[in-house]
Each structure stands twice: as structure tokens, then as C-alpha cells.
């Protein structure tokens, strides 16, 4: 199998030769734009040979609407109107997407990380606000929300448009210790879903990445009726084991490695990094299953450690 074919049977819950690998970090300021970005971005793949390309949005996580970056109170969430498709927001990251699109040459697939409209404005604001404009007001956070969910489906139109294989879609926010499952169900999964679905609308390639951080599992049963071609979890947040992540999702699985520094991935040795890849691919089997990291990891990670990765997946 070639890289495409490979993640063509992983989507299709086919076996394949080797169980593929995708594991991501994010690359510096001085690295996070334009023409620097790409050639990060593309060094890191050639230096790794992973199974595909996720493209970060380094350099594009705050959300730039004038609402937002002078928001005194939440009812003025309620003037907030779409960037539009036009702007540099939009149209730099869609670039960026073709670019390495262009690069790869069809060598294997690629998909662009972005964020559910919630996370946008939390970006933009902080936590705290976010939480106070909830707290205060949940009906303008849902208008805004919904508007911005505008400009993120801009933002997905035009990456698929320009060659991207599909999308990386980072819902968050969902942790048990800041709302309950009943609150983020009425005040955020609608947002999600109306760029989620409009994805999907799209192409069947889109991945769901349930972003587990900071120590503090999430109501996953949130997000288990979010459709996608695969889910990327959280396994040492949530405390959920490949197999049960597997039942739990009922559809392809990335996933296995702690990506923080106390995980064996960022410290351990060869050995030792080999071993933890082959005990997953044990667990994971070769269909539907591919190898990656809780989320994004430590930006000095030695690239030795992936190189042994991929080895011992090619190895099995």
C-alpha cells in the first residue's frame, strides 16, 4: 500500500499493511507564517515519513472580529457579523492548505486542524470571559457562536476546495468541571454541529478530535453523536483504553500515545517507545485503528522518538 491507500483503508475499517501513524506538533512564531510555515511543516514530514500531513493553524488562533477584541459586555456579542470568506483569516489559511497541498504532489493525504466556534471566541477573549459571557448570557454567546460557525464553514469550503483531504475539527470546553452535559448540549452543540455537518456535507474524510487537556476528563457522551470518518481521543485524560474508545466511538480510532512530557513517548528511550507502539498496535489491531498522540506534542520533542514510532509500526 501507498500512504493514500493506507488511510483510505483505515477510513474504510480495512486492514492494512501497517498500522499508519500520525503524530503532530506545533511549530514556532518565526515559523508560523506563510512560506516559513510550509517548509516547517514539510520538513517535519520528511523528517518523520509519517503516513500523512495534519496542518496545524499555528498562527491563526485568535479569531480577529472587531466584537470580539472590543467586547465590554456579552450583549454585544449580539452585533458580531462573519468575517467573510476574503479575509486574511480565512483566505491566508486557505492558501496555506493549497501550498502544502501542492507540495505533497498526491504523495499522501492531509487534513487542516481547526477549531469549533466556541473555542474561537474563547480564543480571542480568554477563558475567564468566555465563562462570564456564558454564565451571563447564553443566548448572545449562541448568536455569536452561530455567526462565527459562517466563517469556519468559509474557512472549510475553501481547504477542501483547494485539495485538502478533509478537516481536523478540535471540539473542546466539554470538561466535567465547567458545564453539564445538559448546558453544552443546548448552549454549544449546535455551533459545532452546523460546521461539523456542513463538513460532512462535503467530503468523508472529516476527523473529530476530542481535546482532552489539562488533566480534567470530558462528558464525552457530548460528542459521541458528532458524525465523522474518525475520531482522535484523549486516552490518559479520559482514562480510555483503545478498545474501549473503539466500542465507545463505533468508527475508526487515532489515538494511544500520552503526548505530555511525563509520557513515555517525549521521555522514554528507543526501547522502550517501541515497545508502548507495539503494545498498541497489539491493542488496536489493523483495521480502523491508527497511531497518534492524545493531542498536539511538546514542540521540543526529539524527532528520533517518532522516527522510532513509524519503525516499529513498519516493523508488525
Known sequence: MNKRERLEAFFNNQEVDHVPVGLWRHFPPEESHGQAYVDAQMKF?????????????????????????????????????????????????????????????????????????????????????????????????????????????????????????????????????????????NWITPGDKKVLDYANSLGNRNILHCCGWEDVRNHLEVWEDYESAAVNWAAYIEHLDIPHAREFFRRPIWGGFDNKEKGVLYKGSKEEIQAETISLIRQGGKKGFMLGPDCSLPGDIDLDHIKWVVEAARSL
Request: net charge negative.
Open 45 to 185: 514530514y520528511r523528517d518523520t515519513d509519517q503516513d500523512f500531513v495534519k496542518i496545524s493553524c499555528d498562527g491563526y488562533f485568535g479569531f480577529p472580529n472587531p466584537v470580539l477584541k472590543n467586547l465590554e459586555k456579552p450583549e454585544d456579542l449580539f452585533a458580531i457579523k462573519p468575517l467573510g470568506k476574503d479575509h486574511p483569516f480565512i483566505a491566508e489559511q486557505v492558501q496555506r492548505g493549497a501550498d502544502i497541498v501542492k507540495a505533497l504532489d498526491g504523495e499522501c493525504m492531509c487534513f487542516y486542524t481547526m477549531f469549533c466556534p466556541l473555542s474561537y471566541l474563547r480564543l480571542e477573549i480568554g477563558w475567564d470571559r468566555m465563562m462570564d459571557c456564558m454564565r451571563e448570557n447564553p443566548e448572545a454567546v449562541k448568536f455569536a457562536c452561530d455567526v462565527i460557525a459562517e466563517d469556519v464553514k468559509a474557512l472549510v469550503k475553501g481547504l477542501l476546495e483547494a485539495g485538502c483531504d478533509g478537516v481536523f475539527y478540535s471540539v473542546q470546553s466539554a470538561e466535567i468541571n465547567r458545564f453539564t452535559v445538559e448546558e453544552y448540549r
